[in-house]
C-alpha cells in the first residue's frame, strides 16, 4: 500500500486517492446511485415480503 501526501502533509493510501478521483466522474457517481437505489429497493420488497407472510402465518 502507497501513501501519498497532499499540500497539507495528510497521507492517503492509494484505494482513498483513487476514491477522489472516481467521486469527480459523473458516470461513477450516477452508477453508484442506481446501484444503491437497486439494493435498496430490493431490501425493502424483501423485507415487506418477509412482513407479510408473518402476518399470514400469525393470522391462521
Not at 501513501?3 to 497539507?8: D, E, G, I, K, R
Not at 446501484?35 to 423485507?47: C, F, G, H, T, Y
Request: aromatic share 6%; no cysteine.
Amino acid at each position: 500500500m502507497t501513501a501519498l501526501s497532499n499540500s497539507s502533509g495528510v497521507k492517503y493510501s492509494d484505494r482513498v486517492l483513487e476514491l477522489k478521483k472516481k467521486i469527480h466522474d459523473s458516470e461513477y457517481v450516477d452508477f453508484a446511485v442506481q446501484r444503491i437505489a437497486q439494493v435498496l429497493s430490493k431490501k425493502l420488497v424483501e423485507d415487506s415480503e418477509r412482513i407479510y407472510a408473518r402476518r399470514r402465518h400469525e393470522q391462521k
